[in-house]
Structure formats: C-alpha cells, structure tokens
C-alpha cells in the first residue's frame, strides 16, 4: 500500500462504519480467510463488520475463525442485501470486478457505499475509491498483513487473525511452492506463528479431510487425462454423470487440474467440470513458467486469473469444448515446448 492510500483509509475509517466485506463466488481458502481476517481486524478497530458471500463455501474451510458468522447471498438473501444496501464501506476482497460475484452483482452495482479494493489478481476494474491491487503478491491474505501492518496495527494480529492469513497464504501459494512466494512471504508467515498460527492443524484440516468418494472421484479425473506431448499439456475432464456417481460436494475437485503438472514435462494443465445446472463447463487452467494461462483464459474462454493460474468456462458441449481447445494449442507450439 502506497502513502496515499494508507491515508485514504485511515481517513475513510477515522469513526466507526458499518462494513460489509464480500469475497468472490465460490470462495476458496484466500478468500475466505481474507475476508475473516479483515473482518476481525476491523471490528477490533471499532466498526460493525459482516462478511457476505454470494454462495457458500467447502466444508474443508468451515472450522475457520468466524466462518459460522458469515451470511451468504444465496441462503440469507434479504439480510445480505440488507446489510449491503446500509453499508457505509464495502471492502471486496480476492477479486477485481463485479463480474465475479455471480448474481450479487446487482446489489454491488447499486450499493451507495464506498468501495475498497484489496486484490492480486490482474486487470483491476475502476469502481474502488481505493484500490489496493498487487499483482506480484502471493495472496490476499498477504496483503490483508500488509495492510494492517502499514495501517501500524501488527500489535492486533491475534491468533484467529493469524490462522485465517495463514490458511489464505498456505492454500493460495499451493504450501509455499508457487512462483509468487517471496522471501517476504516466508517472514509474514513466521510472524504469524509467533502470533499463535497453528500450521500443522491447519494443514490438516484444509488438506486431510478426503473422503472416500472424493478420493474415487479423483481417481476418475487421473483415469480420464489426457496427455497432449506434442504440446506438453494435460487436460482432465469430468462430466456431471461422473461427479453425481461419485456423491461430488462442493470443492471436491480443488486442487485436481495440478496434478497435470505433476508430470514430467508438462506446462500446462487443464481441467474441464460439467455443471449441468449452469449448462457450462467451468474450466481451470494452471501453467508452470512464463505461458500465460491468463491471456488464454481472457481471449478464449471467457475468465481470465493471474499468469499461472486461471479460471474459465465454455456453454458449448464437451466434445465441441475440447475441440475447441485443442484447436488452440498450435498457435502456442513454440511457448509451450520452447
Ligand atoms: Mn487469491
């Protein structure tokens, strides 16, 4: 965060405000443990905040700190509209544009509080009176630490405060692997364990609560890859049929497209999820060095993300969408195999 900015915000919060803080659809662990980080940093300050999130998230994140206090859109609609519509500040946390929180949207668009954005994700749209947006950062979660260290309150950073940046840190760098891991990362989260962040819990807690039919389902995804050598590229599919065989709950198949990369020689990994009700494939790409799998996301699949990882979806079937794909892969011959 820039001088200005700081100001700005201290400014914004220099008496107490009615906050509504909203991750994006489908929130996964930065976005949740952003949001509840914010949340209770905020409230310690004084003002009456309230996570909203347009869905509900997995179960993997539901023992976090204040996660049984969040409302979401979809089962607690007039209470979030409510609290929304009355706000004073509205912090949007771990996306860029509106487009991102499904059929929320709308309330967002008419909402008459002021808007701050925290963010790391590329193309930030303008409706922000501040927008804090740091591509080069590992996660939301991080720059929430920033934050609130440039706001001078590292002495709030208690424990439930520090497992809920850790656990966005942790899920958002794939365990402190990805290229945005810095050394600075690495200093925020040995803070956050002298502030009582308990990593070996929430490890297991995020990483080791498989169930059986999850762990079949996976093994459905692997059997149905395909491995394009000519273009060092995996793609995954799954089709509702296949998710429902397996009894899929929400965030069954986080983390399935990074398998792909797993394999020797592979830069780009795909997966393709059927979601019959939306009448969509929603599409998750990941690459390792420079091939943007965002640009990809953007030009051709209606998404976009950051240089490594992305999201994206596609309204045709699954042949006609895997067609299309592969279709594409040429162009990027020499990025891919270079
Ligand atoms: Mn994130």
């Given at each position: ?9 201290k ?8 906050i ?6 489908n ?25 909203l999130?347009?869905?509900?998230f ?5 023992w976090?700190?204040g996660?049984?206090?969040?409302l ?14 009355e ?12 487009g ?17 954005m ?7 749209s ?7 947006s740091?591509i ?14 440039a706001?001078g ?14 656990t966005?840190?942790?899920t ?14 690495h ?9 009582g962040?308990d990593?070996?819990?929430i ?27 000519e ?16 009894d ?5 198949t986080?983390?399935?497209v ?11 990994a ?21 091939f943007?799998?965002n640009?990809f996301a953007?030009n ?13 979806k596609?309204?045709?079937s ?12 040429p ?6 195999t270079?």
């Amino acid at each position: 965060m820039n001088f200005e900015q700081v100001a700005a915000l201290k400014n914004l919060l220099s008496s107490p405000k009615r906050i509504a803080i909203i991750p994006h659809k489908n929130p996964d662990g930065d976005a949740i443990g952003s949001t509840l980080a914010l949340s209770k940093y905020l409230s310690k300050k004084g003002h009456n905040t309230q996570v909203l999130a347009p869905n509900d998230f997995p179960k993997f994140l539901k023992w976090m700190p204040g996660a049984d206090q969040i409302l979401n859109y979809e089962r607690h609609n007039a209470e979030t509209k409510k609290f929304i519509a009355e706000a004073d500040v509205i912090f949007t946390l771990d996306f860029n544009d509106f487009g991102r929180v499904g059929h929320m949207a709308e309330c967002l668009e008419n909402a008459k509080a002021k808007f701050v954005m925290v963010d790391h994700h590329q193309q930030p749209s303008g409706y922000a009176v501040i927008t804090y947006s740091d591509i080069n950062m590992s996660s939301t979660c991080e720059m929430v630490y920033t934050l609130i260290d440039a706001m001078g309150d590292r002495d709030l950073i208690d424990q439930d405060i520090a497992n809920c940046i850790y656990t966005g840190i942790m899920t958002d760098t794939g365990s402190f692997k990805f290229r945005a891991t810095t050394s600075q990362t690495h200093r925020i989260v040995a803070e956050l364990m002298d502030k009582g962040a308990d990593n070996t819990a929430i490890h297991q807690r995020v990483y080791d609560t498989n169930s059986p039919s999850r762990l079949h389902l996976l093994g459905c995804a692997l059997k149905n890859m395909v491995i394009l050598e000519e273009f060092n590229t995996a793609y995954i599919t799954l089709t509702q049929e296949e998710l429902d065989r397996y009894d899929y709950e929400k965030g069954d198949t986080e983390g399935f497209v990074n398998y792909g990369l797993t394999l020797d020689k592979i830069r780009f990994a795909v997966i393709f999820i059927e979601n019959k009700e939306e009448g969509i494939f929603k599409i998750s790409f990941r690459s390792v060095g420079d091939f943007s799998v965002n640009e990809f996301a953007r030009n051709y699949f209606d998404g976009g993300g950051h240089t490594n990882a992305a999201g994206g979806k596609s309204e045709k079937s699954l042949e006609e969408t895997i067609d299309y794909f592969v279709s594409l892969l040429p162009k990027y011959k020499k990025a891919l195999t270079a």
